[in-house]
């Protein structure tokens, strides 16, 4: 695609951004197809963006725009589409998966059936950040340092607690862990309220970003034989690596887990709106793939979810077989 194209499409989006905000003078405009997404400085919420960017670029959706709203994260995100305040939500995979059976944050609620892939997106990894001054380097440094986490809303505090079970919960101690808003963590971190913090996230990302410039923070390695006993328990953990180079002072590949993000909703959502969504985003996919760096390595097929995690919505499916991405 040349350069003069590029521009031309992003002009388009943004217009089309910009016509799905604006109300109808003389009617009553519809209810938009709202995404819940994350924080600024993360990757969801531009991502979240970018998906809306792509549904509304489709003109004959101009009538009904889409829109991303902020949220803590997945734990968050799935709550609003469980309770239909959001048509789409993103999440981490086991975050997903975790609502589904309602275990975890979701098991006072209870299984969610109705919950349903839409797309998959990015690789996400499982990130610890320690100042340089803390001499944490391994995950298991952490056991009687001061660890942020985020509030109940995200997803990562989940991941933090499977992980935390194959070092027989003892790294960190209870007694040293502090909450904060997402937002809030690295300011926790560079005025040493806390030595590390955790978060997960596709890379690069402006979090990690900004903890390793404003506070010569390194990422920490989440590796060993707890992890390996992991992986091999849980098939939708992958190994990951934060490749190094990418940030400053962290010259080193650092190994972790991930999952994958993923758009998810509910079947009660109609299926021509999920075609729809994933229509437009496959439709416009080289554009899509240039609006975070976290989404350059994606490829068309990478979208198709996994049917062994969770179903696929009958919406989404109807694409990818049309597309010839499923055959089932």
Known sequence: MSFRRLLFLSAVIMAGAVAGCAAPSDAVAPNPVTLSAGIPGGVYHPVGNAICRMFNLESEHQAVPCIAMSSDGSVSNIQRVE??????????????????????????????????????????????????????????????????????????????????????????????????????????????????????????????????????ARLVRVAGQPIDRLLATYPYYIPSIIPGGMYIGNPIDVPTIGT?????????????????????????????????????????????????????HPGALKYYREAGLIHQ
């Open 260 to 312: 994958r993000a993923v758009l998810v909703s509910s079947s009660e959502q109609p299926d021509e709106v999920v075609y729809a969504m994933v229509k437009a985003v496959a439709s416009n996919f080289a554009v899509f793939r240039q609006l975070h760096p976290a989404l350059s390595i994606l490829t068309i097929r990478d979208m198709v979810p996994s049917v062994s995690v969770m179903p696929i």
């Open 83 to 216: 309770s239909g305040d959001s048509a789409f939500g993103m999440s981490q995979t086991d975050v997903a998966l975790a609502a589904f059976h309602g275990e975890g944050p979701f098991a006072p609620a209870g299984p969610d059936p109705k919950l349903r892939t839409v797309i998959a997106l990015y690789p996400e990894a499982f990130t610890v950040v320690a100042r340089a001054d803390t001499g944490i380097r391994d995950f298991q440094d952490l056991r009687g340092k001061r660890v942020g986490i985020g509030t109940s809303g995200v997803g990562y505090n989940f991941t933090r607690d499977v992980i935390l079970k194959f070092y027989g919960g003892t790294t960190p101690g209870p007694e040293y862990v502090l909450e904060f808003a997402p937002a809030e963590q690295n300011q926790a971190l560079c005025n040493n309220k806390v030595d590390a913090i955790i978060f997960e996230a596709g890379h690069p990302n402006g979090l990690t970003q900004e903890a390793t410039t404003d506070c010569r």
